[in-house]
């Protein structure tokens, strides 16, 4: 064990060998919070920002370029995608085309229009699979649309490359980050980039929770094993506490034990005690709330975190203001969170959380496209969607037969009838709409007139200026925010709480609980600044008993409190 008087040394000495190697092909596979973020400063250093860094999580991609300050272009993977694509569009789009997050849909409906078959085409792209007509359909009936989603934009430009019809753009230093988050369309992208440019990839495979877009830790394990790459560790995390880290090493041994993470890159992962001695020694447990209840007129959860929220210290807040994360983060399933979210809102708290909307088609997205193009394909199809006419299936059989556009198809009361609701909206954005328009735009759309301006990105005039003082009178409150498993990621809270720790919850399965659950368990808990609680309840509104999660008995009881809250907790 290393003396903490030499850890300072030791990590230097870890940091030193990446940023010092002369290899052009290097991963590092290291745990949460251990300065990965800095050794891609580091390293980026003197490359006169000509470096590219590529995650594929918005929020992850915001910080990337916010902690970066200029020493890379920092990007999403589909939005670094749809840029090369607006220079050299590729395979029958032009210039001009739309991005369009939703396309899959409006191409799914076609082709049950066409052939009565329903076909999962982000399986198809995400997977590789080309050799079924899946992608060969999508791409035809997308080109007639001039239009790209997130997974055909990465597939564009991926045969882009591999035609030879041009090469990856040339970069001093390629970083890519959560590599252990990339499905095989993105790692074969990745692989055409390494051909012309130095690549550092950095992941964990132990955080590995986005199975849903056919994401595999197998690839970065793939590639930790590779000759061709140089692979280096970061072993010391300087974001939580000792009780966390080495909580997060025995879920890990538990895990192994039971036939989880069976081909993990195995890495050290250790408190980085001259940054996180003397939180380690104000929070030396983990608390495990065992409460009796959770649900509306006993919310024991609720209760119990306002009470344990209204005890951290001024200081902290004020740190996590002035470093820019939430002082309060409560992770679990939405059902928690929704009731959580009411209880401290009722109670005046300024609370984060955004319910997680259904990606769903509306007939304002086609609005949005025909007010910037009358003629848009794409924008009529979707209104058609929602705006049926007697002779829809022949209009796209015909598109489908003879390309013809389907302005051209629709009949002209149906044309104009759409076009007035487009010259409104123009109205809406040019401020010149009339009360009664207002009226009548609402019950066209279906929604209200604030959320019609939300989804056309129409700003108020004095909205930049109320952001601007509400931020700075928000300052010195407490910042409360609720999330997911998978919107935690890229996150970090000074005091985190997970909610709904109780098996057949979390995991489903208690006796089999799967790797991606395993790996959102160390994920929340790696959010962890300072002091983390695990909250497990007996009943859940008027639910049979509930056992506390299979994954907190994997934490050795030594680091766990254990604390019962109950009427009688409250009564005290």
């Not at 690839?219 to 061709?228: G, L, S, V, Y």
């Not at 993470?261 to 030396?284: E, F, G, H, I, T």
């Not at 065992?290 to 951290?312: H, W």
Request: charged share 30%.
């Amino acid at each position: 064990m290393i003396d903490i008087d030499d850890q300072e040394e030791d990590r230097k000495r870890y940091s030193d060998k990446i940023i010092n190697s002369p290899a052009k092909k290097k991963i590092i596979v290291a745990g949460a919070g251990t300065g990965k973020t800095f050794t891609f400063k580091e390293l980026l250093k003197g490359e006169n920002g000509n470096a590219l860094a590529l995650t594929f999580i918005n929020n992850l991609a915001d910080d990337l370029k916010e902690d970066l300050d200029g020493l890379a272009e920092s990007q999403t993977f589909h939005g670094y995608c749809k840029k090369l694509l607006h220079r050299a569009p590729f395979s029958g789009i032009n210039a001009n085309f739309h991005f369009f997050p939703k396309l899959p849909k409006i191409i799914e409906s076609d082709e049950q229009i066409l052939f009565g078959t329903k076909s999962n085409f982000d399986e198809a792209f995400q997977c590789l699979i080309e050799d079924d007509g899946r992608i060969d359909f999508y791409i035809d009936r997308a080109n007639f649309y001039n239009a790209v989603g997130f997974n055909d934009s990465v597939y564009r430009i991926l045969q882009y490359f591999k035609s030879g019809s041009g090469e990856p753009p040339p970069y001093e230093q390629v970083v890519i980050d959560e590599f252990q988050d990339f499905n095989r369309l993105e790692v074969a992208f990745i692989e055409e980039l390494e051909k012309v440019n130095p690549i550092l990839i950095v992941g964990d495979d132990d955080q590995a929770i986005y199975d849903k877009k056919n994401a595999t830790p197998d690839f970065i394990r793939a590639k930790a094993k590779n000759p061709e790459y140089e692979r280096f560790e970061l072993p010391y995390c300087s974001r939580c506490t000792k009780v966390i880290v080495d909580a997060v090493n025995d879920v890990i041994a538990h895990a192994k034990a039971n036939g989880n993470l069976a081909d993990r890159v195995d890495k050290m992962y250790v408190c980085y005690l001259p940054d996180k001695l003397q939180d380690s020694l104000n929070y030396p447990k983990i608390i495990h709330a065992r409460c009796s209840v959770q649900r509306k007129n006993a919310p024991y959860i609720s209760q119990y975190i306002e009470k344990e929220i209204q005890e951290i210290p001024k200081e902290e807040i004020d740190l996590a203001n002035e470093k820019r994360y939430p002082c309060v983060l409560i992770i679990g399933p939405s059902y928690y969170l929704s009731q959580i979210n009411e209880f401290l809102v009722d109670r005046n708290y300024k609370v984060d959380y955004k319910m997680k909307n259904k990606e769903n088609l509306h007939i304002l997205d086609g609005y949005k496209i025909l007010l910037k193009d009358r003629e848009s394909n794409l924008g009529w199809r979707i209104i058609l969607e929602f705006d049926n006419v007697k002779n829809m299936d022949d209009i796209i059989r015909t598109t489908n037969t003879y390309q013809v556009d389907i302005v051209e198809q629709l009949p002209e009361i149906y044309k104009e009838k759409h076009e007035k609701v487009i010259d409104l909206l123009n109205c809406l954005k040019g401020n010149t709409v009339s009360i009664e328009e207002q009226n009548e735009l609402k019950n066209i759309i279906g929604l209200d007139l604030n959320e019609i301006k939300a989804r056309l990105e129409i700003k108020e005039e004095n909205e930049n200026n109320t952001s601007l003082n509400t931020d700075l009178q928000d300052n010195t409150q407490l910042s409360i925010k609720l999330t997911t498993y998978h919107g935690s990621k890229g996150l970090s809270g000074g005091v985190v709480f997970i909610v709904g720790l109780n098996d057949g919850t979390f995991p489903r399965t208690p006796g089999s609980p799967s790797d991606y659950e395993v790996c959102q368990f160390i994920v929340a808990l790696t959010r962890a600044r300072k002091k983390c609680y695990l909250i497990s309840n007996k009943k859940f509104g008027g639910s049979r008993r509930l056992r506390h999660s299979t994954f907190i008995d994997w934490i050795d009881s030594s680091k766990l409190s254990i604390v019962e809250v109950n009427r009688e907790y409250f009564n005290k």
